[in-house]
């Protein structure tokens, strides 16, 4: 069942990333992060109140934590999207499932030694890498001289985002209800894109555009809410690499809505990502042993 909420999510981040092209025309960066956390707190105080659900934490410095780390990862690709090619700053975010394995990995042989983590792990760990490969094929990042200070804080972005979505799932496991910790992630992107338009300023409202916030919004909480049910199961690697599939569903988007070309290299990449992510999947059903983190 992780799998489908992992699409799902996936589907509605890329969903939401054709409406934050057509508003990125008429707000900055900043805007959007404000107004996208602002409609998901909005989304998520009517619905806690309709199911009964508190917002009250017992662990509120988990949560700030989540949300430190969130917003970094979010500033950091914002700004590596401003100075790289975008495919090379989606590549670069995308590593983050790529760092999830390695942390979950190198922990476990820190406390289980070196043999049984990877004998464990090792087969989830090439899928990892082989839907990484397929994100790269599909994207085709390049890198100038002058852009290796973007490069590091893309980098950045990957390594904060693979540190989210852990702090997600332990979250999960000390029994947070989903609802509660996007509630709280909403919050803090508000803060922040708040602090960034005093600096770079709030666009004038001109309708129909300023509609787009609105599905923004709406699909960024829904999405936030999918991916943290899939990372609550405890299957933390094959949620990473099914996460790719958001590069496939955007590469559809591209073809149908906006006109673009994909080269045979692309389709290969697609078709890797796929095959990486159903066999993750296949591995998961087979009830491999799994390392701290990973639990069934």
């Not at 100038?144 to 997600?168: E, N, T």
Request: aromatic share 10%; proline share 4%.
């Amino acid at each position: 069942m992780q799998a489908l909420w992992m699409l799902l999510a996936s589907l509605l981040f890329a969903t939401m990333g054709v409406c934050i092209k057509f508003a990125s025309a008429h707000f900055n960066s900043f805007e959007i992060v404000a107004y996208r956390g602002a409609v998901g707190m909005i989304f998520l105080l009517v619905a806690t109140r309709v199911r009964g659900v508190s917002l009250r934490t017992q662990v509120p410095m988990m949560h700030v934590w989540r949300s430190v780390v969130g917003v970094i990862s979010l500033v950091s690709w914002f700004y590596a999207i401003s100075v790289l090619p975008l495919a090379t700053a989606m590549t670069l975010n995308y590593m983050s499932s790529v760092w999830i394995a390695a942390f979950l990995i190198g922990g476990a042989i820190l406390l289980q030694g070196k043999n049984a983590p990877v004998r464990q792990q090792g087969p989830l760990f090439l899928t990892v890498l082989a839907g990484f490969a397929g994100v790269a094929m599909m994207l085709r990042p390049t890198l100038a001289p002058d852009q290796v200070l973007g490069a590091m804080v893309g980098l950045i972005s990957g390594v904060f985002a693979a540190l989210a979505y852990l702090q997600v799932a332990a979250l999960s496991k000390v029994g947070e209800p989903e609802s509660r910790t996007v509630f709280y992630f909403s919050l803090a992107a508000v803060l922040a894109g708040g602090a960034g338009m005093v600096f770079a300023g709030a666009s004038p409202w001109h309708w129909p555009s300023a509609l787009w916030l609105l599905p923004i919004g709406l699909l960024a909480v829904i999405a936030q809410l999918c991916m943290t049910r899939a990372y609550a199961s405890g299957a933390t690697l094959v949620v990473a690499n099914l996460q790719y599939s958001g590069i496939v569903f955007a590469g559809i988007y591209s073809l149908t809505i906006f006109g673009d070309q994909l080269p045979l290299i692309g389709w290969l990449g697609m078709g890797l990502i796929i095959v990486s992510g159903i066999t993750a999947t296949v591995l998961r059903s087979r009830a491999v042993p799994t390392a701290p983190g990973e639990e069934h």
